[in-house]
């Protein structure tokens, strides 16, 4: 059963609650859409803006929401949604094109901006990220903010892309792409230019790459996964990962964090004591190595006050 929803107190606008926390907002908001069900599916329409749902596919958790915001286009706006599994809080924002959200989990908080190319995300696992121009077909994105990516078979964790192909079981993590294409390959710790207008159309396949401290957009391909993790480590340990990736919620493999235990015991004691940026850059480097350092205080002469020295 449909119910016709006032979203804000303070504005008579309606929208269309579906099922408890899955409410659909079309573009006039007067609640006179035109609602039909076939087979199951369940039809809303206005204008040229469509959604056609499969309510009994779509698992809500408690406290979860999905909010889905139609807007109007000269072309038809048309989104189908079905076999979802939501914990969390998503926004899908579409404006227009013939869009497709299936067979995904959306877990935390997600933003979905589909536009008039039409996009599809299926068969994926989406997590606290931030999707834009964006088609993802069974991957894994991981607090990352991706926009006009194309990614397929592949994961994406803690990163930014633009414009950028990430397919064929790739991985890319604490990284920061702009019109790159990543095949087979693995990526940790690579960032490009910051001015759009000297990016590269750079190309990793087939092996593992790292970003240069040196040329932070020359990165380097290792031989291995060894090599790879303890460039990343070294990476880590200078706080040289890319500033435009949410490196706060990065969980590290356990490998990694032996890694940067190695290459934190290498850092001169000064750098150790002078981590403010580095935290800022790779906090989660301050939770692998925080049981590790431990200041030694017989170091330090400490005689007891005497009393008030005129």
């Known amino acids: 059963m449909v119910k016709i929803k006032q979203l804000d107190s303070n504005y008579p606008r309606l929208g269309y609650e579906i099922k408890k926390g899955l409410v659909i907002d079309l573009p006039r908001g007067d609640g006179k859409a035109s609602i039909a069900i076939d087979n199951g599916s369940l039809y809303l ?3 040229n803006c469509a959604v056609r749902i499969n309510p009994d596919t779509i698992q809500m958790a408690d406290d979860a929401s ?3 915001k139609m807007h ?3 072309d038809e706006n048309q989104l189908t949604l079905s076999d979802l599994t939501v914990d969390g809080d998503t926004m899908i924002h579409c404006s227009g094109g013939n869009n497709v959200v299936t067979n995904d989990s959306l877990i935390g908080h997600n933003y979905i901006d589909m536009n008039v190319n039409g996009g599809i995300i299926c068969d994926s696992h989406i997590n606290n990220s931030h999707l834009q121009d964006t088609s993802i077909k069974n991957s894994h994105i991981d607090y990352s903010r991706l926009t006009d990516t194309h990614v397929d078979k592949s994961q994406v964790k803690n990163s930014y892309t633009f414009a950028s192909h990430i397919e064929n079981n790739s991985f890319v993590e604490l990284s920061s ?3 790159d294409k990543v095949s087979q390959a693995k990526l940790g710790g690579v960032t490009c230019e910051p001015d759009p207008f000297s990016l590269k159309d750079r190309v990793f396949k087939n092996g593992y790459y790292i970003g240069n401290p040196e040329n932070g957009y020359d990165p380097i391909q290792v031989a291995d996964e060894k090599a790879y993790t ?9 706080g040289d990962i890319p500033y435009e990736v ?10 990694l964090k032996e890694a940067v235990k190695k290459q934190w015991e290498k850092l001169p004691d ?3 004591t002078h981590t403010d940026e580095l935290y800022e850059w790779a906090p989660y480097v301050k939770d692998v190595v925080k049981d590790d350092f431990v200041i030694d205080e017989s170091q330090f002469e400490i005689n007891p006050q ?4 005129r």
């Open 246 to 255: 949410r490196s706060g919620d990065y969980e590290p493999s356990s490998d």
């Open 270 to 272: 000064f750098n150790k």
């Open 230 to 238: 303890d460039g990343l480590a070294i990476l880590s340990v200078h």
């Open 45 to 47: 329409s206005e204008g």
């Open 306 to 309: 005497q009393g008030l020295q």
């Open 66 to 68: 999905l909010t889905v």
């Open 72 to 74: 109007c286009h000269e």
């Open 177 to 179: 792409l702009g019109f």
